[in-house]
Nanobody, 122 residues
Framework: QVQLVESGGGLVQAGGSLRLSCAAS????????MGWYRQAPGKQRELVAT???????TYADSVKGRFTLSRDNGKKTVYLQMNNLKPEDTAVYYC????????????????WGQGTQVTVSS
């Protein structure tokens, strides 16, 4: 199973920056995708950014040009650099991983972190 540990949330003024980190641990064969989702009060959870094992990254339109997702394969960690933050970025940010449990597994599983609060004041 994959365990995800997040860090880096907090309170920042509009226009400021934050960096989120998510480290994966546990026993698994391969992580297929890893990235971040967010959920604001009263809204559905939405994709922020994700990277696949080959390195291709996808971003939500609302964060393109402001957020950058990077990864350190050796540390099994992804980082979300968030610049020019806006009040509408306020949400709980969740790390997510889709992974293959073992070489012989026929299905993939997914894992979620506990969430980290990001609050952007105007």
């Amino acid at each position: 199973q994959v365990q995800l540990v997040e860090s880096g949330g907090g309170l920042v003024q509009a226009g400021g920056s934050l960096r989120l980190s998510c480290a994966a641990s546990g026993r698994f064969f391969r992580i297929n995708t890893m990235g971040w989702y967010r959920q604001a009060p009263g809204k559905q959870r939405e994709l922020v950014a994700t990277v696949i094992s080959g390195g291709s990254t996808t971003y939500a339109d609302s964060v393109k040009g402001r957020f950058t997702l990077s990864r350190d394969n050796g540390k099994k960690t992804v980082y979300l650099q968030m610049n020019n933050l806006k009040p509408e970025d306020t949400a709980v940010y969740y790390c997510h991983a889709d992974y293959r449990p073992s070489l012989l597994s026929s299905t993939d599983l997914d894992s979620w972190g506990q969430g980290t609060q990001v609050t952007v004041s105007s």
